[in-house]
């Protein structure tokens, strides 16, 4: 139990679909992440929140939305995504938006068709 | 953009074998982390090195840090099946920049 919960763990969706993934932490961290992690390539930052605020956007594709409600929750808001978007989505959570430990959750594997 | 270059990127042993794993760098870091990921997991942080020639040990696990805070490796000693998974460093500075990982299967 790592404290950080995402769902679904699995997602196949078409590319005209409108999906979200969500992740709860209950470690009571004020920073939250998603991660992009394909094959044979890095961990890919895509999103920090810090205290509910967005402090940062790699150039991520539209295509994807984050929200972040409050600071126990985060989603990913999908729609017209395209194959080469299927990976495994990691979210994760840390006591600042630095140079501190990060707790992962289990990932959505997401599939497009 | 800072790069970490992870080698080997696979590595198939048999049990009882010693291994290094290197977490390279043109940067410097404040930190490294290594994490490990098992199959359907998400990372999880195995140890942190802090300072330049820092050597820790977890049980058969060796970690260390190199002087300039640049590089890494990770050294395990008499490895088992349960070590099988992918290893990822990540260096710190204002975020953590991961390395593409080093997939490690011991067989029994």
Redesign the interface.
Known sequence: E?G?TQTPRHLVMGMTNKKSLKCEQHLGHNAMYWYKQSA????E?MF?YSLEERV?NNSVPSRFSPECPNSSHLFLHLHTLQPEDSALY?C?SSWG???T???????TRLTVV | TQLLEQSPQFLSIQEGENLTVYCNSSSVFSSLQWYRQEPGEGPVLLVTVVTGGEVKKLKRLTFQFGDARKDSSLHITAAQPGDTGLYLCAGVTRKLVFGQGTRLTINP
Do not use: H, R, S, W
Not at chain 1, 40 to 43: Q, T
């Open positions: 790592t950080v044979k390539k890095p961990l930052l920090v940062e990691l994760a938006p630095g140079n430990e990060a707790f992962f959750g289990q990932g």
